[in-house]
């Protein structure tokens, strides 16, 4: 058995040492992303700047100079070639997504368009405050509501659904996902009474019901506030690499009921 001293001692390396590598790790990253700015400006970056996280695996970092590009760097690959995949394919059908300019040959690594700092999120933040919309406010939302089809139902001509990832349909696993997601972050972790058994009976007929409505279009499955940007006073869609074949009324609930917007 190991003495207390030896377990301070084993701490405190891990507190000299973790911030080192992760400085070490954050450099190594935006050397890539500069030889990536170099190649396609033909000068490198003036100023690299790290942007906040989303809740993925993803970093994101703006890179200013003759042209302000924002780099993205992602440790998985097959989310990488799905939302690379997507991004040409919806640009090719005119819709409003952020141009991907250039890509690493190992895929980890790309730059694309910088739309600004404006999330939807924030441009109506007023009215998730105080529950009251003002017009601008409404005229944001439902510009982008407007706008949805065309990324489910124009987004969907010629689509290859096998390129998405995890799953190229909106199948039962998904939809017990997001069942589940209800019953552990919200039942259990409030502690409410509930029978469990007749709960996931509740949720198994309910995914019969929503695996009867299939169609050939293009669900967000993340469409929220906070995945579409605002450019010039337009909306503009952003992680979007979840996306799969699924029913498309799933985007607006998940729009107008996500608890944080406070749109509904």
């Known amino acids: ?21 992760a400085r070490k790790y954050t450099i190594m ?39 302000t590009l924002i780099g993205v760097y992602g440790t998985c ?32 690594y790309y730059l694309q368009e910088d739309l600004g700092d404006t999330l939807l999120f924030h441009a109506i933040e007023k009215g998730r405050a105080t529950s009251v919309f003002s017009e601008d406010e409404k005229e944001l939302l439902r510009k982008t509501i407007r706008l949805l089809p065309a990324i489910q139902f124009a987004g969907a001509d010629g689509f290859d659904f096998s390129r998405c990832y995890p799953q190229p349909e909106f199948n039962q696993r998904s939809i017990l996902w ?3 997601y209800f019953k552990y972050c919200f ?33 967000y499955r993340d469409f929220q ?12 869609f952003i992680d979007f690499q979840g996306g799969r074949k699924g029913p498309f009324y799933y ?14």
Request: proline fraction near 4%.
């Open 225 to 236: 506030s906070r995945n579409v940007m605002i450019k010039d006073g337009e909306p503009w």
């Open 251 to 264: 985007d607006i609930a998940s729009f107008l009921m996500a608890g944080k917007s406070k749109i509904s």
């Open 178 to 180: 997001d069942l589940n």
């Open 77 to 108: 690959i097959d989310e990488n070639e799905a939302f690379l995949y997507m991004a040409a394919h919806f640009r090719r059908c005119g819709l409003p997504i952020p141009e991907i300019h250039i890509v690493s040959e190992d895929k980890t």
């Open 187 to 219: 039942l259990k972790a409030t502690g409410m009474e509930f029978q469990e058994d007749k709960l996931e009976d509740d949720f198994q007929k309910m995914s019969d019901v929503l695996l009867r409505s299939s169609s050939a279009t293009f669900m």
């Open 29 to 67: 990253i935006t050397e890539e992303l500069q030889k990536l700015y170099l190649a396609y400006t033909g000068v490198p970056a003036e100023n690299i700047t790290e942007l906040p996280s989303s809740g993925s695996n993803r970093r994101y970092f703006r890179l200013a100079g003759v042209q």
């Open 1 to 21: 058995m190991y003495s207390d001293e030896y377990y301070l001692n084993q701490l405190s390396y891990f507190l000299v040492f973790i911030p080192i590598f």
